[in-house]
């Protein structure tokens, strides 16, 4: 029995009628677990907590305070009701009433009265439909995953065959990917006229592993001479670029498939110079694609940090030197500039740059590409995490002895950690706190406009502010101090969405 | 007295209720939970206070949840109290109240007078 409970999928009621709540609960408590809240905020507050624990929402409509298509609003706004199913429940069956709830995203309507069998049947049907959905998309996820780490291991095996017959040990492939992606990553924070997306980037990474597959086809006296080449022997050398590009077009299969035209355009043209003096082609500038101008680069660092048969490793400092003086070609003066800017965690990168945790970044890559993709999955995804730290949160919180306070502008919710409501006589969740005569009480209104403005003078990237006012905490008046983060919006125009933080007494230093 | 005596006495719609309820348990259970239900005092009281938009939401309530119980006496007059709040609440009279009052009382009595007879 304590096995089944614990597996049992839970359904929150938001229902301002205790008896219409206790006649559903009644109804559904043998297959689900039940949580009720008396109005909108409060349920609005359960599903900020765990929605992506609740499988489904019976919403009533008209509700003192915030009504049901209030809850409806905030739900698609935080896009829960793409994961958490709600049912309408309303005694109100005007036409318009249910019209509008299906628009804003009401999967179901079940009128009064309440028949117990047709509440069930609702609502495990509706379940079980999201259920079968989820797994679909767990499925799809899991085979794109699959997919994806076979090709990027198929690139890895094939480019190492190239290095080793090269006599060089492998790292070669993993710094040129190590060095593309910082670049690439730092040139479209630049600029957009590459119209590069998170995916293109992941491809040229993987594709800049087969830049020199073309060298499988130098005879080895060639490729392994201990040193200075001749005339010939640099012109044999020099056909590896074109060979790699006809081995990759010569391709029975999978012409079509974005990674090889990428590794295409690499192999083909990763030894061609921004002036027009590279080869084979002589392409000038931009006709080099983006893909192999900065493969090219990577190819050039890498080349003249490494030790070979008949030089020494450069030093970092040097060899950024040498490429910004055009020792080696002329390249793509964003691209220069996006070397120099990537400098620094160039050299750390390149360090840690070994099998194992270029491995793991692939996955990571993957993971975070896949949560791109897939946009569905990924709102699911994150609040799943966003669980995770809720619950790791709520656990420091109900240990520690201070208040702790989350409030979201839209709607207008205060969130009070169980002792923090408790010590300022205020309920866990309050509706419009500005207002709230027990908060002004707590706190001069003249000191909330002074921290509202300190706080929306923050940044996304510098997000903490901290202030010190009076505060009647527990009945007694002193001054505290407001440690605080604000919650900026992720788009490019941030828009504040809030705040979390604690208030604590301040230690005097004499003390 | 049985349940459906009781729901007799009232005129409710007991067959109905104990096809949605699937059994004399749950109704009476929930019957029982009625005379603890504050829709009607909230009722009462929005009104007096002339605060209609409150009222309605008390009359909506009301009306849903002697809907669900098959409360028809009651159900009907806090269907017509919620229809006139919504739409024309300037038209309340007083004896509105009086008429949902006595659909109230006499609800209440015999669910009381169940309560006691299952005591007994």
């Known amino acids: 029995m304590s096995d089944k409970s614990k597996l049992k999928e839970k359904i929150l009621i938001v229902d301002d009628s205790e008896m219409n709540r206790m006649i559903l609960s009644d109804m559904l408590e043998d297959d689900f677990e039940i949580l009720e809240a008396p109005d909108g905020p409060q349920g609005l507050a359960i599903l900020q907590q765990m929605s992506s624990e609740i499988s489904l929402v019976l919403l009533d409509i008209v509700m003192p305070g915030m009504d049901g298509f209030e809850v409806l609003a905030v739900m698609n706004k935080n896009q829960w009701i793409e994961d958490v199913p709600v049912i309408m429940i309303s005694a109100e069956s005007t036409p318009s009433y249910v019209r509008r709830a299906y628009e804003l995203g009401v999967i179901d309507y079940i009128s009064r009265p309440f028949d117990s069998l047709v509440v069930q049947r609702r609502v495990l049907n509706t379940i079980m439909l999201y259920a079968k959905q989820k797994k679909l998309m767990g499925l799809v996820t899991e085979q794109m995953y699959e997919k994806e780490k076979n090709t990027s291991l198929m690139v890895t095996i094939l480019s190492h065959i190239v290095e080793f017959r090269n006599g060089e040990s492998g790292l070669h492939v993993l710094h040129i990917q190590t060095i593309t992606e910082l670049l690439l990553k730092s040139l479209i924070k630049k600029t957009d006229q590459y119209h590069l997306s998170h995916a293109d980037i992941n491809m040229i990474n993987m594709a800049s592993a087969l830049h020199d597959i073309g060298k499988i086809a130098i005879p080895s006296e060639v490729l392994n001479k201990p040193g200075r080449f001749t005339d010939e022997e640099y012109k044999i050398m020099k056909t590896h670029s074109m060979i790699g590009a006809s081995m990759l077009e010569d391709l029975p299969f999978h012409q079509d498939e974005p990674l090889v035209k990428v590794a295409y355009e690499i192999c083909r043209w990763h030894h061609e110079r921004y002036d027009g003096r590279g080869y084979p082609d002589g392409l000038k500038g931009e006709e080099i694609p983006i893909s192999a101008q900065v493969v090219s680069m990577a190819d050039v660092y890498d080349a003249l940090t490494s030790e070979r048969v008949y030089k020494k490793a450069f030093s970092h400092e040097t060899a950024l030197q040498m490429i910004q003086e055009g020792q080696c070609g002329t390249f793509n003066p964003l691209l220069l500039e996006c070397l120099m800017d990537v400098a620094d965690s160039l050299v750390e990168e390149m360090k840690s740059a070994s099998l194992n945790t270029k491995n793991e970044k692939e996955m990571r890559n993957i993971a975070e590409e896949i949560m791109r993709y897939e946009e569905m999955e990924g709102s699911n995804r994150t609040l799943l995490y966003l669980d995770q730290e809720r619950a790791k949160n709520r656990f420091y919180s109900s240990i520690s002895k201070e208040i702790l306070f989350e409030y979201t502008v839209s709607p207008s919710i205060l969130t009070l950690t169980e002792w923090s409501a408790e010590k300022l006589g205020l309920s866990e969740v309050t509706l419009d706190p500005l207002k709230n005569e027990t908060v002004l009480e707590s706190m001069a209104q003249e000191d909330i406009q002074k921290l509202g403005e300190l706080l929306h003078r923050t940044t996304p990237e510098e997000p903490e502010a901290s202030y010190v006012c009076k505060t009647k905490i527990d009945g007694e008046v002193k001054e505290r101090r407001f440690i605080c983060r604000a919650d900026w919006s992720e788009e490019e125009e941030p828009v504040f969405r809030g705040v979390i933080g604690k208030v604590e007494d301040i230690v005097h230093e004499d003390f | ?120």
């Open chain 2, 1 to 120: 007295m049985t349940v459906k005596e009781c729901y007799e006495k009232i005129n409710g719609d007991y067959e109905g209720v104990f096809s949605r309820f699937r059994g004399d348990a749950r109704i009476q259970k929930f019957a029982f939970k009625f005379l603890n239900d504050g829709s009607f005092d909230s009722l009462t009281k929005t009104l007096e206070a002339r605060d209609y938009a409150e009222a309605f939401r008390a009359a909506h309530t009301l009306k849903g949840v002697s809907q669900n119980l098959g409360f028809t006496g009651l159900y009907q007059i806090s269907e017509t109290v919620t229809e006139m709040l919504r739409n024309h609440p300037e038209d309340y009279t007083p004896d509105m109240l009086d008429k949902v009052r006595e659909e109230y009382d006499k609800t209440y009595a015999a669910i009381k007078e169940l309560q006691a007879s299952t005591e007994a």
